[in-house]
Nanobody, 116 residues
Framework: QGQFVESGGGLVQPGGSLRLSCAASGSSFSVYTMGWYRQAPGKQRELVASITGGYSTNYADSVKGRFTISRDNAKKTVYLQMNTLKPEDTAVYYC??????????WGQGTQVTVSS
């Protein structure tokens, strides 16, 4: 329950793929820049991808070329297609507004584990 509900995580082998979904609530979704964040054990939460209301995207260097963020404003949903997954991608993934100063009301996240 809450403003953002993440889903789609799971256990995948290195080199595999996952598609995460984030269902959002609220009346201003279409004009918000949205992002996917991740937090690994013992590390700070980091923004890995963002997408503006105009569909402009940005990616952290660590995921560039492997992850693709997209959005469906009619469904108030943000997606993260993750390809060529690496063990270092293992983390809890969260959806929220971006950049970080705008991110409030965190959901529970969805666990992504990349392991053989």
């Amino acid at each position: 329950q809450g403003q953002f509900v993440e889903s789609g995580g799971g256990l995948v082998q290195p080199g595999g793929s996952l598609r995460l979904s984030c269902a959002a609530s609220g009346s201003s979704f279409s004009v918000y820049t949205m992002g996917w964040y991740r937090q690994a054990p013992g590390k700070q939460r980091e923004l890995v991808a963002s997408i503006t209301g105009g569909y402009s995207t940005n990616y952290a260097d660590s995921v560039k070329g492997r992850f693709t963020i997209s959005r469906d404003n009619a469904k108030k949903t943000v997606y993260l297609q993750m390809n060529t997954l690496k063990p270092e991608d293992t983390a809890v993934y969260y959806c929220n507004r971006a950049p970080a100063p705008f991110a409030v009301g965190w959901g529970q996240g969805t666990q992504v584990t990349v392991s053989s």
